[in-house]
Each structure stands twice: as structure tokens, then as C-alpha cells.
């Protein structure tokens, strides 16, 4: 994907691109109790991005009764690609699995909690809306403000805002520094973190690369020649990462809370 276009949002997104990609968090994981507490919280971020892809597919493409042509044939194949490698990739094993099902599995194994996950959809299958669902789970006010800016630019923001946020402040690619750790963390304990090893090696695989081109030719499609879209969708782009690295910060800010006898980084 060399549209000039996209090549100009990514070079403004660079700004703010390497405050997450070399944020403090992913030097102070060492340990299984400090890994626990980073799926706690991220395991939201896996969910709110399936329901950021999934409005996607419902403005791209017809899912209701009876069928019309939505968009652009190419647009449609773009989206309906992504969602069929999210919502029913391979497991180690190779079953049949989301991402989202699958991190809840590498959190079972990695004995990280996840009641809170649980709770929320909970709610929401008990027809609970999703403001009053966030809240009622007592979530921690960053997980609230995280998941309150992803649902907001899903409810009021048009196909092209979702897609640039979608894609640059979601599909990121996970650093090298992270996945050393934590396979050097798999060395000793293979029989608590091989399926999150497994999960982040499949994202890295999938989502960083081919969903990845997928999603920045959807964001060229929509946005086409149009100065305005193409605007809004940085803007967007940038705020989504912002969040993104704040969200790290209060994740980061626990693990140094909770856990001691490790090296820290700040």
C-alpha cells in the first residue's frame, strides 16, 4: 500500500506512533504475575477492537434482510477478509477460534483474571446497553475512558473515521522487545503462557501483516481524494493512539504498583 495519502497520515502519525511503541510497559513485564495483570486490562482492548471491526462490516456490507449491494465490491472483500481471520483463525491446535476467544484462553492458562471480561458480557447478552454495561461493571476509570472513546467513535463517527482508527490505533504491530520477553518468560514456564505466546505470534503473523494491508487500502477506498475525510481520519488516528499509550500508562503504573523484586522501567 504506497498511496501517497496514506503515507502522509502515517508519517503525521509519527508524532505519537513511537510513545507506544517504545512505552515503559513492555520492558517491565518479567514475570507471570506482572503478565497476568497486563491481560487483566488489555484482554479490553482485544474486545473493543472486535466490536470496532464488526461495525465496520455492518456499514460496508448488507447483513440484514433482504439483501442489497452496500459500498464497493472491493471495499466488501477488504472488510469481510479481516473479520473472517478475527472471528475464526486457528488455535494452536487448530480449532477454529476469535482472537478475542482465543486471548481468554492464554488468560485461563496464564491464571490472569477474568471476571471482569466476563461480567461485561454478561451484561450486554442480558440486553444491557453498552454505556450502562461498562459502568455497572465497576470498571477502572482508564478501561472506562479506553472503551468510552472506541464505542463513541463507533455510535457517531461516519465508515472512514472508523477505519483509520481501526487500522492505525488498533492493527499496531506488537514490538520485537515484547515478544523477546515474553518468549524468553516461556523458557521456564511453557505450561502457563504457551497459548499467549501462541496469540501473539498469530498477531503478528495476521494482523501485522496481511490484515494490516487489508485495512489501510479500506482507509484509501473510503477516504478516496477527499481533503476533509482524509483529515478527520488522522485526527482520529492520532487520538486513538493517544489512548492507546494512556491506557499503558495505568496499565504500566499497576504492574510497578503490585509487583516487587523485578527491574523497573519508567
Not at 517504545?22 to 479490553?44: A, D, E, G, S
Amino acid at each position: 500500500m504506497s498511496s501517497e495519502n496514506i503515507l502522509k497520515l502515517k508519517e503525521r502519525l509519527e508524532l505519537v506512533r513511537p510513545n507506544l511503541l517504545h512505552h515503559p510497559l513492555y520492558k517491565n513485564v518479567h514475570t507471570i504475575q506482572q503478565l497476568q495483570i497486563f491481560t487483566q486490562y488489555h484482554i479490553f482492548a482485544v474486545w473493543d477492537f472486535m466490536s470496532l471491526l464488526k461495525s465496520l462490516q455492518k456499514k460496508l456490507t448488507c447483513t440484514t434482510t433482504p439483501w442489497m449491494p452496500v459500498g464497493t465490491a472491493n471495499t466488501r472483500y477488504l472488510i469481510n477478509e479481516i473479520v473472517l481471520g478475527e472471528e475464526s483463525d486457528v488455535d494452536e491446535f487448530g480449532n477454529r477460534i476469535s482472537h478475542f476467544e482465543l486471548y481468554i484462553n492464554a488468560m485461563e492458562q496464564l491464571g490472569s483474571d477474568t471476571t471482569s471480561i466476563h461480567q461485561l458480557l454478561a451484561f450486554i447478552q442480558n440486553g444491557i446497553g453498552i454505556k450502562d454495561a461498562i459502568k455497572k461493571t465497576n470498571l477502572a476509570t482508564f478501561i472506562q475512558d479506553f472503551l468510552g472513546f472506541t464505542f463513541d467513535v463507533i455510535e457517531h463517527q461516519p465508515d472512514y473515521v472508523q477505519a483509520a482508527v481501526f487500522t492505525f490505533g488498533r492493527e499496531d504491530l506488537i514490538p520485537d522487545m515484547f515478544i523477546g520477553l515474553v518468549k524468553q518468560l516461556s523458557v521456564s514456564n511453557a505450561n502457563k503462557i504457551s497459548t499467549f505466546k501462541y496469540y501473539l505470534e498469530r498477531h503478528i503473523e495476521v494482523d501485522g501483516d496481511h490484515h494490516s494491508h487489508l485495512a489501510m487500502e479500506m482507509v484509501n477506498d473510503l477516504c478516496g481524494n477527499d481533503v476533509k475525510k482524509w483529515e478527520m481520519a488522522t485526527l482520529a488516528s492520532i487520538e486513538a493512539i493517544e489512548h492507546r499509550i494512556k491506557l499503558w500508562d495505568e496499565i504500566n503504573r499497576l504492574i510497578l504498583e503490585k509487583t516487587v523484586n523485578a527491574p523497573i522501567h519508567k
